[in-house]
């Protein structure tokens, strides 16, 4: 069974366009995927399915200025003025929706990216909410992101905050293909495999090749900031259990490095947390075909540690 939902954005904009795939059994739990930085939920089909056939309903919905979200609105590439905890409320409003229809189900989120980011930020705020959260290509202490985040702040103030200067995009991203060879398209970092390089880059509903406003750019690099350290990890309820994972020749997670701090951070706090990190795979370890069925188990062996049988 599939619902297909819509919502007002916490920016007072946009209607968030949403999904709730329900598996023809009785449901063990509820996982709620968060999409990452200029693509779109349906990116994810693969994984969708897996957890569908394990008996998990998945929720999932494409962000403000991304996918059928911006289609329908006009808008890409901006998130509007509400700053950087919009997607996040926009996914907490989304888990108020599904639960309504679907209640009293262990609840987790799965969040690539960003997404994993936005998992973090929620965490901190909804954690007691959730049964578990598995953050993947996730960042640490992300590389520029402080001082990219002053000149786009000069930038708004302006006046500039709309307007998209491609300087501050390389400033914060245009090294991300440092380890890639034979670079043609800018997305190599994503993934080793040239097919899921095309299908990222040439997907209509992705927004790789459109540009993000100074203002979204800024919410970006707040958004990041605000997930780091024992001070982000402090506000995340102890007896919310984290799955971190990632590979280690991701740059967003600094070839392993940032993985690693972030759970650090996270067991410094008293936290626990499972780490795994894939040698050799890049940023979207579930994209690549000869282990996303193994990166998918892994998922679902930490969720159905936390479903009551």
Request: charged share 25%; net charge negative.
């Amino acid at each position: 069974m599939l619902h297909e939902v819509s919502f007002p954005s916490y920016n007072k904009r946009d209607e968030v366009q949403g999904w709730i795939y329900v598996p023809a059994a009785r449901p063990k739990g509820i996982v709620q995927i968060i999409h990452g930085f200029g693509e779109h939920s349906r990116r994810y089909l693969h994984m969708i399915s897996k957890f569908m056939d394990a008996g998990f309903i998945v929720a999932a919905d494409d962000h403000v200025g991304h996918g059928k979200t911006a289609m329908v609105s006009g808008v890409w590439g901006d998130w509007g003025d509400a700053g950087f905890h919009t997607m996040m409320e926009d996914e907490h409003t989304l888990k108020e929706l599904v639960c309504e229809k679907y209640p009293n189900l262990p609840y987790f989120l799965f969040g690539h990216s960003m997404g994993s980011f936005i998992a973090r930020d929620y965490a901190a705020k909804y954690g007691d909410e959730l049964a578990g959260v598995t953050i993947c290509g996730t960042t640490g202490s992300f590389r520029g992101a402080a001082e990219t985040a002053l000149l786009l702040k000069k930038a708004m103030d302006d006046g500039l905050g709309t307007d998209s200067n491609p300087e501050f995009t390389g400033a914060l991203m245009g090294w991300m293909c440092e380890r890639c060879d034979d670079v043609t398209i800018g997305n190599e970092w994503i993934c080793s495999d040239p097919y899921v390089q095309r299908d990222h880059a040439e997907d209509p509903f992705d927004a790789f090749t459109r540009p993000t406003s100074n203002r979204s750019m800024y919410d970006f690099t707040q958004m990041m900031l605000s997930i780091e350290g024992t001070q982000w990890a402090e506000k995340v309820p102890t007896s919310l259990a984290f799955y971190n994972i990632g590979g280690d020749q991701d740059p967003v997670g600094e070839y392993g490095k940032g993985i690693y701090e972030v759970s650090n951070w996270l067991c410094e706090t008293g936290h626990e947390v499972t780490t795994r990190v894939y040698s050799g795979y890049r940023h979207e370890i579930h994209n690549y075909s000869d282990i996303k069925d193994e990166v998918e188990d892994g998922i679902l062996q930490f969720m159905l540690a936390a479903v009551p049988s």
